[in-house]
């Protein structure tokens, strides 16, 4: 991927080197609140839960400030690129609709970290919180990504962003907040299948920015998308409940299978159109 001469987004909040300690035993209101919010978004909660159990009670502390590694200050650029182009894309793609897109900040932490929807482990990988409009990741996962998912690669890397950043793109376009109110009306294979869609409708905004991204800035490079493709599928619930269970279970699924993630990338980055993403609307997701 063609990144190093990009623009670097100002809305990058940097909190490596902050150690947080957990906030209350067994969770609280906070943990109540981020873990519904993680199994709405696809993510599992029980590593918040976890983090609860194995900490004592007391407020927030600061461990001592580690200095980052050069290569984790160079991935830190790099996410500042890639959070720079979204920007540009979604405020393009915005204008045209006659609206105006609020752009997210997104927060570098290490091990562990405070939302406005309450204490995460960097156990639970990259998410969005929508109360605070912000994107949030430890570096580490991309090791994560490399070596347990075998999905390498910069343009992977970017696929993680982007796919939060269309999170973030729901939030402003109200369809989270639809999604959220029927599923607290709905029994729990129904309410996982809207998540499921909501999941892939943030893959095929990933590829939206993808596409745009490319015609107007020429960021691909050979074997980039295939990149992207090797991420979607590598975290397909299918594949990540096979990996950790030995079988699948696809009622519980919340992100969707590896298919389902790579068609709807695929989908964006093919037709650059928003109005195609409309995963709701499709008979099988």
């Known amino acids: 991927m063609r990144w190093e001469f990009g623009r670097r987004s100002t809305n990058v909040e940097d909190r490596r080197g902050s150690r ?27 590593v ?3 983090q609860g159990q194995s900490q004592s009670d007391g407020p927030y502390s600061e461990a001592p400030q580690t200095q980052g590694s050069a290569a984790d200050d160079r991935l830190a650029e790099f996410v ?19 609206t105006t897109y609020v752009e997210p900040k997104l927060v570098l932490f290490s091990g562990a970290v405070e939302s406005a929807c309450g204490y995460a482990k960097a156990a639970m990988g990259p998410f ?18 490399k070596t347990r998912h075998q999905a390498p690669g910069d343009f992977a890397q970017a696929y993680v962003i982007a796919h939060e950043v269309g999170h973030h793109v ?46 107007s800035r020429q960021v691909l490079e ?5 990149e992207a493709l090797n991420a979607a599928s590598s975290i397909g619930d299918d594949r990540l409940q096979q990996q950790s ?15 389902q993630r790579v068609r709807w990338f695929k989908q964006g980055i093919q037709t650059g159109d928003p109005g195609q993403c409309n995963t709701f609307a499709a008979a099988t997701p």
């Open 20 to 46: 947080m300690s957990a906030p209350v035993v067994g969770g609280g209101i906070g943990a109540i609140v981020l873990s519904l919010i993680v199994a709405l978004l696809g993510g599992d909660p029980s």
């Open 128 to 145: 969005y919180c929508p109360a605070d409009q912000k994107l949030y990741i430890d570096l580490s996962f991309y090791e994560d990504l």
């Open 245 to 259: 269970r030995g079988y699948v279970t696809p009622e519980s699924f919340t992100h969707g299978s590896s298919a």
């Open 170 to 215: 729901q939030n402003l376009m109200g369809i989270s907040d639809k999604v959220h109110a029927m599923q607290r009306q709905t029994d729990r294979a129904q309410a996982n299948e809207l998540s499921v869609r909501l999941e892939l409708q943030a893959d095929c905004f990933a590829g939206i920015w993808a596409h745009h991204a490319n015609r």
């Open 80 to 98: 500042s690129v890639v959070l720079a182009d979204t920007e540009d894309t979604w405020h393009s793609l915005f204008r045209q609709e006659g």
């Open 48 to 50: 918040i839960w976890e």
């Open 222 to 226: 050979a074997g980039d998308v295939e």
